[in-house]
């Protein structure tokens, strides 16, 4: 017999699959990141096709055993976020970057549901934020910290307290490097302070420019590194766009 689970979700990409159906990635609180089948949605008889959209709140039965689910009903408990323009573009970043790092059937994952709220408020941030910078670090933030691939912010490669003032070289996939000289912004150095803060996202961020840059700078490497040096289609597709390139 086959298994039936229900949960809150949201969709994170949808394509069409065979000749009236829709093949869905979906992450939930209860089980991550799971593929379904919406069999017959296209046809339109269910009224499915309208409800399956990305960054519409979902409650969603679907049935199986597989790595690959069927889905049994559907129901929006809430109309979807209104995203248009530059929020639109950073609301499908959010979601290529859950589909690339979140492996799919973790359901043992603790932090799943903590995942998922995150994703949820970071959307709705999105939706009303007048500086769009604040909710992409957000989430980045919280995606590494809770799948466990963000890097000890607190203390160095040696194991060392780091401290405010000094300078640190970042390290792919081993951590933060003491370095003796002093840099400009670089590709690869962060001031002490600024990790310090990002350790314990700090408020602070909120009103520092040079702290947000460079925070930005290393969420890109940190991000670049575990996709090992893969393009982004949506941050591609974002700066072909002239009016968008110097947002994100």
Not at 9 to 34: A, C
Not at 181 to 195: A, C, P
Not at 211 to 232: A, F, P, V, W
Request: glycine share 4%.
């Amino acid at each position: 017999m086959s298994q039936v689970s229900q949960d809150a979700v949201y969709i994170l990409n949808r394509r069409e699959y065979k000749e009236s159906s829709l093949l869905l990635e979906i992450i939930s609180p209860n089980y991550g990141r799971l593929s379904v089948i919406a069999n017959g949605a296209l046809k339109g008889k269910k009224g499915w096709s309208a409800l399956l959209q990305v960054f519409q709140p979902l409650i969603m039965i679907w049935a199986g055993k597989s790595s690959l689910k069927t889905l049994v009903s559907v129901d929006a408990p809430s109309p979807a976020l209104s995203l248009h323009g530059r929020r639109l573009f950073c609301a499908y970043y959010l979601n290529e970057l859950v589909l690339k790092l979140l492996p799919q059937d973790q359901a043992s994952t603790s932090n799943l549901s903590t995942l998922f709220i995150h994703y949820a408020k970071s959307l709705e941030d999105l939706s009303s934020s007048s500086d769009l910078e604040l909710p992409l670090r957000e989430f980045e933030y919280h995606l590494l910290s809770d799948l466990g691939l963000l890097p000890d912010l607190a203390y160095d490669v040696e194991g060392k307290l780091i401290l405010a003032d000094d300078w640190y070289n970042y390290i792919p996939n081993t951590g933060f490097q003491l370095t003796h000289q002093v840099h400009e912004s670089g590709s690869n150095y962060f001031l002490g302070i600024y990790l310090i803060k990002f350790a314990d996202f700090s408020l602070e961020m909120y009103s520092e420019k040079e702290y947000m840059l460079q925070i930005k700078r290393l969420m890109r490497s940190l991000i670049h590194d575990l996709l090992d040096g893969q393009e982004l289609k949506s941050r591609a597709l974002f700066q072909s766009y002239q009016p968008f390139r110097s947002t994100k």
